[in-house]
């Protein structure tokens, strides 16, 4: 770990490029550790810190990086706090954003609870649900209200994300309403196909699909050698 000093002021950038799928998936967990190191008072961190934190190489952090400007010095790291303000502002989570869930089970209560996605600047506005034992009640603050009740609690409201965690027959039907009351993303728990606007981005978490992944992974890796008993 570097030490705690020595602040970048290097701030020439170079146009941006457009930033690829695999690194943009990368971006949150780099955002992730520097709200670490900020936590724990480092003002300077070199690549192979936020490599060593995040599972990943120096060399895919700088080319990472890089795609987000030309900052850093060589030799010295990366100013912390520019850093995030500069990954934060390319995530777009530099102020906060609203959001709204329909679905309020298991998973979706765990959502409202979590510090952790407020702690990173999303706020859950309003949750819908189709239960009446659910509905009227409040979660971390987050109101519930019927889901036929969509259109009218949310007129006039400025949504930045829904979140769907429905059953998978519902799935489609919340996607349809949540693009008519004008949402500018969607995040979808259910695996199954949706349909949306093409202007509507759409992000679906698969959890089988990810241990299916980590899976083949493990199967993929070099078997131990046994030691040899003497």
């Known amino acids: 770990?570097?030490?705690?000093?020595?602040?970048?002021?290097s701030k020439n950038h170079r146009k941006k490029r457009e930033i690829p799928q695999a690194t943009l998936q990368r971006l949150p967990f780099y955002l992730r550790a520097l709200y670490v190191l900020d936590?724990?008072?480092?003002e300077i961190a070199s690549s192979t810190d936020i490599a060593e934190m995040t599972g990943s190489y120096s060399a895919q952090v700088r080319k990472?990086?890089?795609y987000l400007g030309e900052f850093?010095?060589?030799g010295v790291?990366?100013?912390?706090?520019?850093?995030?303000e500069v990954l934060e502002k390319s995530l777009g989570v530099s102020r906060t954003r609203t959001a709204v869930l329909v679905g309020v089970g298991r998973l979706g209560e765990a959502l409202l609870l979590s510090r952790?996605?407020?702690?990173?600047g999303f706020e859950f506005?309003?949750?819908?649900?189709k239960d009446p034992e659910k509905i009227g009640k409040t979660i971390a603050g987050v109101p519930i209200f019927d889901f036929k009740e969509i259109e009218k609690v949310l007129e006039g409201e400025r949504i930045d994300i829904g979140v769907i965690a429905v059953s998978s027959d519902s799935a489609q039907e919340v996607a349809d309403k949540l693009v008519k009351i004008g949402v500018k993303g969607i995040l979808n728990f259910v695996p199954v196909p949706i349909r949306i606007p093409q202007n509507v981005p759409l992000r679906t978490v698969c959890i089988a699909a990810e241990m299916q992944i980590l899976s083949y992974q493990i199967k993929s890796l070099r078997p131990r050698q046994k030691r040899r008993v003497r």
Not at 39 to 42: A, V
Not at 116 to 120: F, L, P, Q, S
């Open 64 to 66: 990472d990086l890089s």
């Open 72 to 74: 850093g010095r060589k």
């Open 39 to 42: 936590d724990e008072g480092f």
């Open 125 to 129: 506005v309003a949750a819908f649900d």
């Open 77 to 84: 790291g990366y100013s912390v706090k520019y850093l995030i």
């Open 1 to 9: 770990m570097n030490t705690k000093g020595n602040k970048d002021t």
């Open 116 to 120: 952790n996605i407020r702690a990173r």
